[in-house]
């Protein structure tokens, strides 16, 4: 028998992100998981949900690069502005 997703799945939806950082309020997360006990779509968007933030944990954060020197940054403006206005005299 297919699965029928009502109000209460996208309700299910929106909650768990919350649910899985531990900020749903108690109540909510007993409804929750009784949903959850008859749900194969929402188990399988948790499961998801779930391998989703772990690879985003195990993500090294990427450093920002040290800004430029200011003689680089003076060149690379004029050279900038240089080819504008070859381009608006071409």
């Known amino acids: 028998m297919a699965h029928e997703h009502t109000g209460d799945c996208r309700q299910i ?7 899985l950082d531990m900020t749903l309020p108690v109540e909510s997360c007993a409804d929750l998981e009784e949903h959850l006990k008859d749900c194969p779509p ?16 195990d993500c090294d954060p990427i450093e ?7 003689p680089s940054r003076d060149r690379l403006r004029d050279a900038y502005q240089k080819a504008i206005a070859a381009r608006a005299s071409g």
Do not use: G, H
């Open 64 to 70: 920002k690069p040290e800004p430029l020197p200011e």
């Open 42 to 57: 929402c188990i399988e968007f948790l499961n998801s949900l779930r391998q989703t933030v772990s690879l985003c944990k």
């Open 13 to 19: 939806f929106a909650a768990l992100s919350e649910y």
